[in-house]
């Protein structure tokens, strides 16, 4: 690798790869492209600046602002609406543009160069109804998967990539999916070398979390701050379950495929925390109190939201059959790592994303 391109690369994931591979390669010239549109995302510029990563004011929706960047050798697609609520309303022409026109424009740009595209898709390509009939198994604190199912693809471990396509998946996971089957051709048709990484629920420090994208640290922000917060969904148990992926594990392994364009072109693998890093909404606000020592009040809400599923964890044994990468830190680790930006930046962020701070008093 000498130039690696990263589209939204002042957003929480994108951000951190710059970041952390440009201080892991100094070697390497790191360039961040973004359309600042996130709220909160200003805040990574100096972050950028610091290590020496290049930033460039841009649109992936818009081919001139890729075409005039310079040439080069790797392009790591990180730009996305990522809220799986986004077009419910019926504006989904930024979620539409961004996501398949962005990806596609994305290729032109690696098929121009010759680059290898590192594409982060998400576990919401797996479609949601055959998700929510699966049989589970209730504890105290959260949903299991049971160990017998009728669906293929999945098992107690989670769901892998044998799971069916068939059946709706929210339109976020409906663009992420056509970005994918383009990629496909792409490499197919044109020869555009590429990897794909179904990434469940990424987490950790500079994440401008909220209720439907980045659930932990929302979580965590709103036990810092002292803000309510709610239990959606499934008779407002809070017991529903994602697995959960620090962000630097996300690097380590997006840095191994950097290194071994070869061996991982045309993979499509799941990528997260699995059984073993994963969490209840129960189970982390249990986490969230002791950390911050704070309590919050919590209203359960019965009606379950479209699109959402009661469960999700990510069988990574593909992935894990290919490569020696593993998940390195655990889920309390990334809450933990989480509190600890807050604490650090706590003025910044609020303003931020404009949350109100919390009153003294219970603090």
Request: hydrophobic letters at 40%; charged letters at 25%; one cysteine or more.
């Amino acid at each position: 690798m000498t130039r690696v391109l990263i589209t939204g690369g002042a957003g929480f994931v994108g951000s951190n790869l710059a970041v952390s591979l440009a201080g892991r390669h100094p070697d390497w010239e790191i360039v961040a492209l973004d359309n600042l549109y996130r709220r909160g995302s200003r805040l990574n510029l100096p972050r950028l600046e610091g290590v020496g990563v290049e930033f460039v004011e841009g649109d992936v929706r818009e081919p001139a602002d890729l075409a005039r960047l310079g040439e080069i050798s790797a392009l790591i697609e990180c730009s996305a609406e990522p809220s799986v609520m986004s077009g419910v309303d019926g504006d989904t022409g930024y979620l539409v543009h961004t996501n398949l026109t962005g990806a596609y424009n994305c290729l032109e740009l690696a098929r121009r160069d010759g680059a290898f595209l590192v594409f982060l898709s998400t576990s919401r390509v797996y479609p949601v109804a055959p998700q929510v009939e699966l049989r589970l198994d209730e504890t105290a604190t959260r949903f299991e998967l049971a160990a017998e199912q009728e669906v293929p693809g999945v098992s107690p471990a989670g769901i892998s990539e044998r799971f069916p396509l068939e059946g709706a998946r929210t339109l976020y996971g409906a663009t992420k999916l056509a970005a994918e089957l383009l990629i496909e051709e792409y490499r197919a048709a044109l020869g555009v070398p590429a990897a794909i990484d179904r990434c469940g629920v990424i987490a950790g420090p500079w994440q401008m979390g909220k209720v439907d994208q980045g659930v932990f640290t929302h979580w965590m922000l709103a036990h810092h701050f002292g803000n309510p917060l709610k239990y959606i969904g499934y008779g407002g148990s809070g017991k529903q379950v994602r697995d959960l992926l620090h962000v630097e594990d996300l690097v380590d392994l997006v840095e191994r495929q950097l290194l071994d364009p070869t061996a991982w072109d045309g993979r499509t693998v799941n990528v997260g925390g699995g059984r073993e890093c994963s969490l209840s909404l129960l189970e982390t606000t249990e986490i969230c109190r002791r950390l911050t020592g704070n309590e919050v009040p919590i209203e359960p809400v019965e009606e379950t939201r479209a699109g959402d599923v009661p469960i999700y964890l990510s069988d990574c044994t593909k992935l894990f059959g290919l490569d020696e990468w593993r998940p390195r830190r655990g889920a309390e680790r990334v809450l933990a790592d989480i509190h600890e930006w807050i604490v650090a930046d706590e003025d910044r962020i609020a303003q931020a994303l404009n949350i109100a701070a919390a009153a003294e008093e219970g603090r």
